[in-house]
């Protein structure tokens, strides 16, 4: 059995862990000190805030009583990681055979996508983020800027991802509504999308929060479409690297970890996140046999509609 999954028999020092790691990174709940608000919004599909304590600014989503971490920056050091999750999917530049074009879907404040633009200079990156008043408030308080090598582009990505022509080394995942990935990038469907706009020899990765059932149907699902999955742990979060093509042994992993750290200089050792890689496939009681493979089930035109009625906010009535 995998030790780190918190639904498989855990430790009462990893809940404990898993619990200050879930307040730190992802939810701040109402009555805790509270930072200050530095802007408010409520846009079409989400309540924003963003806030800051000490040298750390947040963008965040208000759901019931708590607000869910989105991003997270430190004015003093901008290229800080400081998520373990966002350093984790720094794992698809090593699995990638190159690192040309990627493709950050669910940009929020921009720290991912901004990491490898500044680290990978020869790479172009798009960040795809669904809500134009979030890309606005990244652009007001997060230094988000275009340049000719960086755009960020307000559309729900799997519809980009539908109407864009481009092809990508890597695609990264990390689009949440408050504690939950919206239900149309987790399914087959969309899977098999993504995969479609790969270069050859190119990998998706997913951040998925794996205390749930959810995690089995989304690590199943897109290993229905992709045969290769490898899981990183991610403090209380998986990160998924999936990919077609022939299986990465454990020695090309860490040579091509070593060649791109050589290449680029990242902040963060490539190497190091080695040390927490498992191939979903080996290991016995990861994922539940007993998960399903999630569908649209939906005709073409339906899934488009859903995908719109799903993209608003909670509060939002049925129409």
Not at 135 to 152: E, M, P, S, T
Not at 186 to 192: G, K, N, P
Request: charged share 25%; glycine share 6%; net charge neutral.
């Amino acid at each position: 059995m995998w030790p780190w999954r918190a639904r498989l028999i855990p430790s009462a020092a990893y809940l404990i862990a898993l619990a200050a790691s879930l307040l730190a990174s992802r939810a701040v709940a109402t009555g805790m000190i509270a930072p200050d608000v530095i802007e408010a919004r409520e846009s079409q599909y989400n309540d924003i805030e963003v806030t800051r304590r000490g040298e750390r600014v947040t963008l965040g989503f208000r759901h019931h009583s708590r607000v869910y971490s989105e991003s997270t920056v430190n004015l003093r050091d901008p290229l800080q990681l400081i998520a373990p999750y966002t350093r984790s999917m720094m794992a698809g530049l090593f699995y990638a055979n190159e690192v040309r074009s990627v493709l950050d879907i669910g940009s929020g404040a921009g720290r991912t996508a901004g990491y490898v633009h500044a680290f990978v200079p020869g790479a172009r990156v798009t960040s795809v983020e669904l809500d134009p008043d979030v890309i606005d408030l990244a652009r007001r308080h997060f230094g988000v800027r275009d340049d000719d090598r960086f755009h960020v582009v307000a559309r729900d990505g799997r519809m980009f991802l539908a109407e864009s022509g481009e092809r990508y080394d890597v695609i990264m995942i990390d689009a949440y509504r408050g504690p939950f990935v919206p239900f149309h990038l987790l399914t087959r469907e969309f899977y098999a999308l993504a995969a479609s706009r790969l270069e050859a020899g190119g990998v998706i990765v997913q951040n998925v929060e794996p205390t749930t059932m959810l995690f089995d149907a989304a690590a199943k699902t897109i290993g229905a479409v992709l045969p290769n999955v490898d899981a990183y742990r991610a403090g209380a979060n998986v990160v998924l690297v999936a990919y077609d093509g022939p299986e990465r042994t454990p020695a090309a992993l860490a040579a091509a970890a070593v060649a791109r750290q050589e290449a680029y200089g990242f902040r963060y050792d490539l190497r190091e996140l080695l040390r927490d890689r498992r191939r979903l496939a080996d290991e016995r009681g990861a994922v539940d046999a007993a998960a399903a493979v999630l569908t649209d089930d939906f005709a073409p035109v339906d899934a488009l509609k859903a995908i719109q009625h799903h993209n608003r906010r909670w509060t939002t009535p049925p129409p």
